[in-house]
């Protein structure tokens, strides 16, 4: 249902609940004619016409920019005025269904008990027009918030594609002359990693398992080209497989260390990839990689750790908010640790 059929709806509920309730109390009370009937009718169409009158004028002056005092003081002069209006139309109503009683319509204390009753009804179809107005906004912009989040990590993920492909084809290209037989495993592995890269743009977060199979052809890849000089380890818990994970992250982390740590000493190094889950659930994946940051890395920019980072960290905030952390810190003079935290939860985008 739109906006306009939604406010309208509301309308005629609103105020033709308002004139059942005036004629059940009427009749109540003294008893109602037919005459009477219709005199409510007429006054709840009224109120109708002149609360639709002042959304004309709350639409057109754009009430809904006014800071929060300014709203409330023109709401208040609004409501005075609208009541002040419902009195006198009262009044004529009366007199053209010739149910005026000027003996009892007329004294102070009845204008001031209608007055305060129309005040009351006024400042609660303020309440809800103005309620109903912003929680609309409000769905409205967490909508577009989402559909911008989304637009990001497609913009995020297509850097990491070709980014992904140069860094896999440089690995086979060392091969091709020297061992043509490795040069055909590692192949396969690109078209198995490939043919990954190509799902992670159909999802914002995949299966635990899959991105490690990915990340165990990587490492498989950088095994036939590091031989000897790199050691790679896996500490996996069985609940980690229970877990998504944002595709192409671990991925990232380990070609990280692999390019920034490993490739760079002469004797290479060791992968160690640890993914266990915390006490309060929760995914904890540590990537320990061989060699040492010499600054602490800004993850907000390209640094020397590589465009990866950054983009993991975006990734996470997008997709988690402040439930995911990540961390990168030197341990002891050999080892450079990266860690993660996932909360185990539906993500927004899938």
């Not at 004139?19 to 009427?26: D, E, G, Y």
């Not at 743009?201 to 490492?219: A, P, R, W």
């Not at 988690?320 to 810190?329: E, L, M, V, W």
Request: one cysteine or more.
């Amino acid at each position: 249902m739109n906006r306009i059929k939604l406010y309208w709806l509301l309308q005629v509920l609103g105020w033709g609940g308002f004139a059942l309730v005036s004629i059940f109390l009427a009749t109540l009370s003294r008893g109602v004619t037919a005459v009477q009937i219709w005199a409510f009718i007429v006054l709840a169409a009224t109120n109708l016409i002149s609360t639709h009158f002042l959304r004309y004028i709350v639409k057109t002056y754009n009430w809904f920019k006014l800071s929060i005092p300014q709203l409330l003081f023109q709401s208040f002069l609004a409501i005075i005025a609208l009541s002040f209006v419902n009195i006198v139309a009262q009044i004529f109503i009366n007199i053209a269904f010739g149910t005026l009683s000027p003996a009892l319509d007329f004294k102070i204390l009845v204008i001031l008990a209608n007055l305060f009753q129309a005040i009351l009804l006024f400042a609660l179809w303020f309440l809800v027009y103005f309620l109903v107005h912003f929680l609309d906004n409000y769905n409205s912009t967490l909508k577009y918030e989402a559909k911008i989040n989304e637009i990001r990590l497609n913009h995020l993920k297509s850097h990491l594609n070709p980014h992904f492909i140069f860094n896999a084809l440089n690995s086979v290209r060392a091969l091709v002359d020297e061992d043509p037989i490795k040069a055909k495993t590692a192949i396969t592995r690109i078209s198995n990693m490939l043919r990954f890269s190509l799902m992670m743009d159909k999802k914002q977060t995949i299966e635990f398992g899959d991105e490690l199979n990915t990340v165990k052809d990587y490492l498989e890849l950088e095994s036939i080209r590091f031989e000897e000089r790199l050691e790679v380890v896996y500490h996996i818990e069985d609940e980690s497989y229970s877990y998504k994970i944002p595709p192409m992250m671990l991925q990232t982390i380990v070609e990280n260390g692999i390019k920034h740590g490993v490739s760079n000493l002469v004797k290479g190094g060791v992968i160690e990839i640890k993914c266990r889950e915390g006490l309060n659930d929760g995914l904890y994946i540590q990537v320990k990689n061989s060699g040492q940051l010499t600054h602490p890395p800004s993850l907000k920019s390209k640094d020397e750790q590589g465009h990866g980072l950054s983009n993991t960290v975006q990734r996470l905030k997008l997709i988690y908010g402040d439930k995911a952390s990540f961390r990168i810190f030197n341990s002891g003079n050999q080892f450079v640790i990266t860690e993660i935290k996932i909360p185990k939860q539906k993500v927004t985008f899938e």
